[in-house]
């Protein structure tokens, strides 16, 4: 077996060596695209154009429809007044538009979005924005806990603090947050950005595979295979400049943050129990 | 420093992905495979290098930044230049007729240019199944 080159091994073995190289599709780009900027089927908003809906007497699916019919009327900013803390607001939303609430909302606010610009001022609940594509999000009190799960694109802002297990398993985008953020923050991250101004509870980053957290404050304790990296040029910038979009930015700057990436130890599988991992991590 | 690898091996070039043979890293190595992604998914993008049409496409979704498109990468599929569509779950290839910078930041420019364009046009497979499955 020695004098054996790896595929001569794996089939002796009986095993294939099949390259696995993705779902290739055989797409091409068409050079000659015509240029847009939105989605084929998203309705045509003008920003310009603002209305009100007073929600107080309204359920979550008539809100979220009215929302859709003033969209398709040419809408491009709309207010929602007294949300009440309804669950499950502003969802579903893939296109360009400005959505402002005034006042609170509960679980699963703005989920799966591809967008559009929010703006809440009071506090959400569970969850909020999870899988969302595209888009900005600005909360400007506290957040609860899973806040960005699973985001894949976009901005998601909370001025304040925000529960634990936030940006659980999130595929992109960015989470920023002005105040603290809970345990488990960034468990299971596979891509994208996190900036957390305060502190991190225990775990931070717990299981992450790619990715990178930056902390401004104390970290109680990192995760599995999480470790600390150097903060480079291309960070300090990026940092200041969207901490700065947000008005966020830190008046001695971003130089204290710390830089949390992914050990890469758990990349390959092995025989290990989960309880010899966890030993040796 | 950023940029610089991805999924345990250096980058030493921005041809890399295209004149090697993709086993790289010592665990590619030994299993006779390419692994994930052939770039560095944590590069955040140089804004110096906006094309005119990002910039349009920023203005009109009302985005201070790339927002999304920070997370768009130049990849390289099978030793050619391609980039995700995660709509479709699929690479789309850069035909040989579009030029590549000599840079990765020039190149993912051009990678987040082509993708908006290929997303946002009628040909694009989510039409389709927009079609065949849009229930409201």
């Not at chain 1, 802002?157 to 488990?184: A, E, N, P, Q």
């Amino acid at each position: 077996m020695a004098g054996l080159s790896h595929e001569e091994r794996a089939r002796d073995m009986g095993l294939t060596t099949e390259q696995l190289t993705g779902r290739t599709q055989q797409v091409f780009f068409e050079p000659e695209e015509a240029e847009n900027f939105t989605y084929p089927w998203a309705p045509e908003v003008d920003f310009n154009k603002r209305t009100e809906v007073d929600a107080d007497a309204m359920t979550t699916t008539e809100v979220n429809s009215k929302i859709r019919a003033l969209m398709k009327e040419g809408h491009g900013s709309i207010v929602i007044r007294n949300p009440r803390g309804m669950h499950g607001l502003g969802v579903g939303i893939l296109s360009r538009l400005n959505l402002i609430f005034e006042g609170s909302l509960g679980y699963f606010a703005v989920g799966l979005i591809d967008g559009p610009n929010v703006r809440i001022s009071g506090r959400v609940g569970w969850s909020c924005a999870e899988n969302m594509m595209a888009g900005t999000v600005l909360i400007e009190k506290n957040a609860g806990s899973t806040f960005g799960a699973a985001i894949r694109g976009g901005d998601l802002v909370c001025r304040g603090s925000v529960g634990s297990r936030t940006g659980i398993d999130m595929k992109g985008g960015t989470i920023i947050v002005g105040g603290d953020t809970g345990m488990l923050s960034g468990f299971m991250m596979q891509r994208g950005r996190m900036v957390v101004c305060g502190n991190a509870g225990k775990d931070l980053g717990d299981s992450m595979y790619d990715g990178t957290i930056y902390i401004g404050g104390e970290i109680k304790s990192l995760g599995v295979d999480a470790v600390p990296a150097e903060l480079t040029d291309l960070d300090r910038a990026w940092l200041t400049r969207k901490l700065t979009l947000y008005g966020l930015l830190p008046e001695q700057g971003v130089d204290r943050f710390q830089k949390i990436v992914a050990g890469k130890q758990l990349w390959n599988y092995d025989n290990l129990e989960p309880l010899e991992k966890k030993l040796i991590l | 420093m950023a940029g610089t690898s991805y999924k345990g091996s250096e980058i030493e070039s921005v041809d890399q992905f295209i004149e090697g043979d993709g086993l790289d890293s010592a665990r590619e190595k030994e299993i006779g495979q390419h692994i994930g992604y052939r770039y560095d998914v944590n590069l955040v993008p140089d804004y110096t290098r906006l094309t005119p049409f990002l910039k349009s496409y920023m203005e009109t979704m009302g985005w201070d930044d790339l927002n999304w498109l920070e997370d768009v990468h130049m990849g390289y599929e099978e030793g050619n230049p391609a980039v995700f569509d995660r709509n479709i779950n699929g690479w789309v290839r850069v035909p040989d007729s579009i030029a590549l910078s000599d840079n990765q930041q020039d190149r993912d420019m051009v990678a987040r240019e082509l993708l908006i364009k290929f997303q946002m046009s009628e040909r694009h497979p989510l039409v389709q199944l927009r079609q065949a499955y849009m229930k409201f």
